[in-house]
């Protein structure tokens, strides 16, 4: 595992760390990393459910509580079930993003692949994230997990995080330096 200096991101690590220990002890790392991805998808879509984990109003009782009905009706049971619970418990939901994209590079580092975080201005087809991992994996020389977000104000292209690299081709960032040119001619 990589040393960061914040401390959030250092829970995130030991955390993800810990759950990726005993998914490989159970030989249940793909379930797992299967449900947390459920789960973000689930964070991704609520705000309400974004609210409840990053806000310091409610108790580590009502989030449990909260925590433990989402992942039932979301059928998340079982290791990663009680892993939300936990994190519930201890009050350290606010990094549960950090330590589920933890998580996913992690087990990507254990099955030889990198991870690489893209966002997209819109959902990318199937003939387009082949591509694009066949991209990646070209400059990375080895298989590449992606994890895709959309953000919309990108309004197109791509920004790609792998490893310490970042490749922005979005038309906002294009737009940006193209504004930030224009007032220093002018």
Request: no cysteine; charged share 25%; proline share 3%.
């Amino acid at each position: 595992m990589t040393q960061s200096s914040s401390p959030i991101s250092g829970v995130a690590e030991r955390y993800a760390g810990s759950l990726f220990d005993l998914a490989l002890e159970a030989g249940a790392v793909a379930k797992v990393e299967a449900d947390l991805g459920r789960f973000a998808e689930l964070l991704a879509g609520s705000p309400d459910l974004e609210r409840l984990i990053k806000s310091p109003v409610f108790s580590g009782e009502e989030q449990e509580k909260a925590i433990a009905a989402i992942a039932d009706k979301a059928k998340i049971v079982g290791l990663t079930g009680n892993f939300l619970r936990l994190v519930a418990r201890n009050r350290r939901l606010f990094v549960l993003p950090g330590m589920i994209a933890a998580f996913r590079r992690i087990a990507a580092e254990h099955r030889g692949e990198v991870a690489a975080e893209v966002t997209s201005a819109h959902d990318l087809t199937a003939a387009q994230l082949a591509e694009l991992k066949t991209a990646l994996k070209g400059v990375a020389g080895k298989d590449v997990a992606i994890t895709v977000s959309v953000d919309p104000s990108l309004l197109g292209g791509l920004v790609v995080k792998m490893g310490s690299r970042q490749i922005d081709t979005s038309l906002k960032t294009k737009l940006n330096s193209l504004k930030l040119a224009l007032k220093e001619v002018g």
